[in-house]
């Protein structure tokens, strides 16, 4: 008989406020704040808790039933004159050792569900322009069309 994969044994299922823990940490481990220093969002407790309580519809989690292996968390967004409602996916992210086994798919294609369910048309991510995987993993969910966005920084203490 074939070997049953963690594909087969992850349920896919919204986040509940005892997984909070478990989501940071996960995180933890996945964004490593060298390879994912986004000056515009970081990985910490205030992310989790506040996307959990701002948009718990959409903050799912891949539960072994011992373990959490993945989560997929995002945002709707609104804007004004514009009839389309847009979806972001904000964080995903796939325990490592779990790494390319679909379960970053089934938690994309729940996401993506969801955000249908809520008539968003058009949905968006964004990753550092080096990930190659995740840029590999978006392109072959349909995504194109990648856009360049360039970071400055200033520094407020220097004296000129
Ligand atoms: C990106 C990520 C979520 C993918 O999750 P995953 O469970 O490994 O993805 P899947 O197994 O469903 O992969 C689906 C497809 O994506 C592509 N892909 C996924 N990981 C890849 C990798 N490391 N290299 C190249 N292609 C990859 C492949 O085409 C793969 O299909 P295949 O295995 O049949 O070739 C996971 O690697 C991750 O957590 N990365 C770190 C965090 C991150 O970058 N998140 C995205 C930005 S928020």
Redesign the pocket.
Known sequence: MAEKSIKDEVDIRRAKIDDLAAIFHLGER??TSQE?SNLYRTWDEYEVTSLFNMEPDLLFVADTGERLV?FAMGTMIEKARSAWSYGH????????R???????????ERFRDEMEEKGVRMLM????AD????I??????GFDNPTDHVYMTLNMQRED
């Open positions: 996945v964004f994912f993945g996916l904000l964080w995903l992210g796939v325990e490592p779990y790494a390319r086994s679909g379960v970053g798919s089934l938690l994309f991510v964004d990753t550092q990930n190659y995987p995740a590999r993993f978006f392109r072959r969910k």
